[in-house]
């Protein structure tokens, strides 16, 4: 997690979004109120949109980031059926994600308006910022897509997503969430069988992940149910049924595992050079985190 705090504030100094030093140790932004300070002027930007953003000066308040983080990750109040999880994956988040005017006129030109305004709010305009949530989705949105690298690269730049939301939620969750790679996992993999990525909530397998540097994606995700321990998902398993991904280089699909050698696909193909499935891959993992909650809490 410092190593992709340091490359956000490594983007803020490049420009991409705006440096806010102050913010990351003290707490949110909030505008200025007109007339307070007289001698402060405005600065307003347009993102090609028909929303004009002004830019206010701001002072420094009260960090608000933990209340917004635990309505983001709040779980469920029922465990999805399975065969509506694409739909339930794809629901706008509870909270609108901060993101700088700047941010959001880049993410303009590649997503259309309608959809971006269900899943972001711009700083300068509501006056807020979560101090580590912000910049790491900004990161995510904006990194470049790793190429011609090895297997582990690969990985470095899908963490950029995985930490962004899910190492933020480890921060918010009132579960013991733990987040590993190539890690030993038995309650529900077999012996020396250890996926790429997973999810534990008090020590139980929630979220996993397999990945390959290049392939089929959908062969790849076979291995998601090749080192499951028999009896671990269904009516009589550990939980109902268990959500996994697979990735294919930049290319990602989504997985429900229902039962012993039973997976559904429960999303398109992503591919991340795509701006819009960068945020389409946000909010997947943004419920991703609710579902696993849910399903935990159903059984436990």
């Known amino acids: 997690m410092e190593k992709l705090d340091a490359i956000s504030r490594k983007l803020s100094q490049l420009a991409l979004h ?14 200025i109120v007109s007339g307070q300070n007289k001698d402060l002027t405005d600065v307003t930007s347009s993102v090609d949109s028909d929303r004009t953003l002004a830019e206010p000066l701001y002072q420094v308040v009260e960090p608000q980031e933990k209340d917004m983080c635990t309505k983001l990750f709040s779980p469920l109040e029922s465990i999805p059926d399975r065969r509506k999880l694409q739909a339930v ?19 303009k ?32 949105l904006q990194v470049k897509v790793a190429t011609d690298v090895t297997e582990g690269m690969q990985q470095c730049f899908l963490d950029t997503f995985l930490l962004g939301v899910i190492g933020t939620a480890q921060e918010y969750l009132e579960l013991d969430a ?3 790679r190539n890690a030993n996992e038995l309650s529900m993999t077999q012996t020396k069988s250890r996926p790429d990525y997973l999810l534990m909530l008090n020590g139980l397998l929630v979220f996993k992940g397999e990945e390959k540097k290049a392939g089929d994606v959908r062969h790849i995700a076979l291995e998601l149910i090749d080192k499951m321990i028999p009896g671990s998902v269904g009516k009589d398993g550990k939980l109902d049924y268990l959500l996994g991904y697979a990735t294919a280089g930049s290319r990602v699909l989504f997985e429900c595992i229902h039962g012993d050698g039973k997976m559904s696909e429960c999303s398109d193909i992503l591919n991340l050079e795509r701006v819009a499935d ?5 909010v997947i993992l943004l419920n991703v985190v609710r579902v ?9």
Not at 91 to 105: A, D, F, N, R
């Open 178 to 180: 733990k987040v590993d």
């Open 109 to 140: 030109t590649h997503v259309e308006d309608e959809r971006l305004q269900d899943i972001f709010d711009i700083v300068e305009v509501v006056g807020n910022l979560c101090p580590k949530l912000t910049p790491r989705v900004e990161t995510a």
């Open 18 to 31: 705006k440096a806010e030093d102050e913010i990351i140790k003290a707490g949110v932004l909030t505008p």
């Open 278 to 282: 960068r945020v389409t891959l946000i």
């Open 89 to 107: 994956l794809l629901q706008p988040p509870q909270v609108k994600i901060p993101i700088h005017h700047s941010t959001y006129g880049w993410l």
């Open 292 to 300: 696993a909650c849910a399903l935990y809490n159903a059984k436990y």
